[in-house]
């Protein structure tokens, strides 16, 4: 697919948004409804970043995420993660070829687009690994480094429920992920239509809309998008006030919070506004879409204490409170 020649940065902001909606309306050719996943899946490629999607199974998370690199055009590789999963099991190994000399072997992280499935279920050694590839979109092996294919997204599952056996992400691991998205059950009439479309003869094929090219173009397009002081500002104020004992920190807050998110939240706010407004026909975000996209960027980077839990404190109430 060639890339275009836009004669200004508006006229490429706008063919990103009819890719945009050229690309939601492959992609509900197989997934009914999950609009707001979607939506927030996307923001996160636009922006560079990863996700983790949370919800209990059955719910076509991996079928959204395959669906979403068919019609992106990018290679796709699942890796279910276990217990007795190994670093070099994602990464890749070295072994000795036929003239007796070590050569790389690439694994399953040698692609685009990464569908960890139940990464809580993989010791820390593995998940390390992984959190390494995804900081420095490379990996060592051997002494060796091995750069990822670019763009280079991880969209990790994880279950809500059945906890035992597990190894949860340390907060310090969770803050790598741009997006904490949560996966919700359909409604009663997308569920209807869910089991219409999979339970026939037919099947639809996604076609693939933009190519990795456009999607590195589009990421540095949206970098460039200018933004508001005043826009700015209320991102850092926001990220700011989730800090218990601080300066800004409310009432509410230095009762229910344990912890607050650090600078990267204030960076992801705006980088996720920028692309929340690029994908609305806007040319610089402003506070609407930094609320937007701040439950998602938030709600893994603030830790409730007991008192939040007792008293029922939702992390979702606490962060809308705080708009």
Request: charged share 20%.
């Amino acid at each position: 697919m060639a890339q275009p020649n836009y004669s200004s940065d508006k006229e490429a902001l706008d063919h990103l948004r009819q890719e945009y909606a050229k690309l939601t309306t492959e992609i509900s050719k197989v997934i009914v409804g999950q609009d707001d996943v979607i939506r927030e899946v996307i923001i996160s490629i636009l922006g560079n970043g990863h996700c983790l999607l949370v919800g209990v199974p059955g719910l076509a998370k991996t079928l959204l995420v395959n669906t979403i690199s068919e019609a992106l055009g990018l290679s796709f590789n699942r890796i279910q993660f276990t217990p007795d999963l190994m670093p070099s099991d994602i990464v890749g190994s070295e072994i000795l070829d036929e003239n007796r000399k070590f050569k790389f072997v690439k694994g399953p992280l040698f692609s685009n687009i990464i569908l960890a499935d139940e990464i809580n279920r993989t010791p820390p050694k593995t998940q390390a690994a992984l959190l390494e590839a995804m900081q420095e979109r490379a990996v060592t092996a051997a002494g060796s480094r091995y750069p990822l294919p670019s763009p280079f997204f991880v969209l990790a599952t994880q279950n809500p429920i059945e906890q035992e056996g597990t190894y949860p992400l340390p907060e310090a691991q969770l803050d790598r992920f741009m997006f904490n998205i949560w996966v919700d059950y359909p409604t009663f009439e997308e569920e209807l239509n869910v089991v219409k479309n999979t339970t026939g003869g037919v099947t639809n094929k996604v076609n693939s809309v933009i190519d990795a090219d456009q999607i590195l173009f589009f990421q540095n397009l949206i970098r460039k998008m200018p933004v508001a002081d005043n826009v700015v500002e209320y991102a850092v104020k926001l990220v700011s006030k989730t800090r218990p004992g601080r300066e800004m920190a409310p009432e509410m807050v230095n009762n229910f919070l344990s912890w607050g998110a650090g600078p990267r939240a204030s960076q992801y706010l705006i980088i996720g506004a920028k692309c929340n407004a690029a994908l609305n026909g806007k040319y610089s975000p402003d506070i609407e879409d930094i609320q937007a996209v701040a439950l998602p960027i938030l709600r893994h980077r603030i830790v409730r204490n007991y008192k939040a839990e007792a008293e029922g404190y939702t992390v979702e109430k606490i962060i809308k409170e705080l708009f």
